[in-house]
């Protein structure tokens, strides 16, 4: 029985281990590159992560541009019509209707000069109407003079998306400290408890026990970053970046330890310390090969994340600027179908004049045999219908 509520303990502890999460701060500072070689415009996501605005929640931007813009403009896009946005590779084509889109060029600084444009919207956001989970883009549409194609120019932007009471946490994430907090209050129990058991019954314990007992701590640990973290968003609206670097290396320590104890528990760590066989040899040697690969295959996945991303955009504007040009080359080869097509007609009418003077030449013979062919009518109806019963056979046949 002991055994028994021993092992129940160990699989909910490895069980309670899988819960990370990880979210950004909605503030964000970035610069903008407009790119004003192309009529086509210039766009960039200035956030991955989706935010969902309470009632009564709030979204401000400022935008400060070295150089003259054509028309900037602030998009809200859902997941969903992001993907096919992107698809497109064209930021100023139509939108879609769940799309909300804010013209920039209303909100000019009167302060600020031609040259040296400033933006700065003020937009309460929240509301049955904006319910779902948005992202935010900003873009800029031409058309350039040649004066202005001669210079790209580049946007410093301030993004603030804020939720009543000055929360900086998505909708769906305001609950996440008071979480993070209940989680971290149970496996600080938890800990409790087990040093209790573990120094009560410290002549039954054995090196199982005690290698089992990292990962709980681990998890502790990361559980108290998880809170710190959330909790600095909520009030800040972004993360330290040292804190986040120690969090991240953190988290996937302890999902490495995680995979240890497992391994652990299926090889019966007690028996191989007393074999000191070959099978804990094999087991010495393979553990740290193991956790190596673990570590490489995480990182080759994101890599491999972010250059399937960089390709697909990159050949959806190849695909686009191969689509003009070929339009281009349509329009060509089009002029001279045209043409050839003009010529044919030239063709034609010659063909159809000697036509008709040869449909007057046998008018004219055939008015010269009428009296020919009246005689040979009755020959001629008297074959066919000998040969009617014949073609009638085949044809049945």
Not at 160 to 172: C, F, K, Q
Not at 227 to 239: A, D
Not at 350 to 360: A, P
């Amino acid at each position: 029985m002991a055994r028994s509520c021993c092992a129940v303990g160990l699989v909910l502890l490895l069980v309670l281990c899988l819960a990370p999460g990880y979210v950004g701060g909605i503030i964000v500072r970035t610069t903008f590159d407009v790119d004003r070689q192309s009529d086509r415009g210039s766009f960039k996501i200035l956030r991955s992560q989706l935010f969902g605005f309470q009632r009564g929640g709030s979204l401000s931007l400022h935008l400060d541009c070295d150089g003259k813009v054509a028309s900037p403009s602030l998009i809200a896009v859902t997941y969903t019509d992001l993907s096919d946005w992107i698809g497109t590779g064209r930021p100023c084509s139509s939108l879609q209707a769940t799309e909300q889109v804010f013209n920039l060029t209303n909100n000019l600084d009167p302060e600020s000069t031609p040259t040296h444009p400033i933006y700065a919207l003020e937009e309460p956001y929240g509301g049955e109407d904006r319910s779902k989970l948005y992202t935010f883009i900003i873009r800029d549409c031409g058309p350039y003079t040649a004066q202005e194609r001669t210079q790209d120019a580049t946007c410093e932007v301030y993004l603030v998306a804020l939720n009543p009471g000055g929360e900086h946490l998505s909708r769906d994430q305001v609950m996440l400290p008071d979480v993070y907090l209940g989680l971290l209050i149970c496996w600080g129990c938890i800990l409790f408890f087990w040093g209790v058991n573990t120094c009560l019954y410290s002549q039954y314990s054995n090196g199982l026990h005690t290698v089992l007992t990292i990962a709980p701590l681990l998890k502790t640990a990361t559980l108290a970053f998880e809170l710190n973290k959330y909790t600095f968003i909520s009030n800040h609206g972004w993360t330290p970046a040292d804190a986040e670097v120690a969090r991240i290396l953190l988290l996937h320590t302890e999902n490495a330890v995680f995979f240890i104890t497992l391994l652990l528990i299926s090889n019966g760590l007690v028996t191989l310390l007393e074999a000191r066989g070959r099978p804990f040899a094999i087991l010495v040697a393979t553990t740290p090969a193991l956790l190596l690969e673990f570590i490489k295959n995480r990182m080759r996945t994101r890599a491999g994340d972010r250059e399937r991303s960089a390709a697909r955009r990159a050949q959806a504007a190849h695909g686009h600027d191969d689509d003009d040009d070929g339009g281009d080359g349509g329009g060509e080869e089009g002029g001279e179908e045209d043409d050839g097509r003009e010529a044919d007609g030239d063709d034609d009418d010659g063909g159809d004049d000697e036509r008709n003077d040869e449909e007057r030449n046998d008018g004219e013979g055939e008015r010269d045999g009428d009296n020919s062919d009246d005689d040979d009518e009755g020959d001629q109806h008297e074959a066919v219908e000998r040969e009617a019963p014949e073609a009638t056979q085949s044809r049945s046949i």
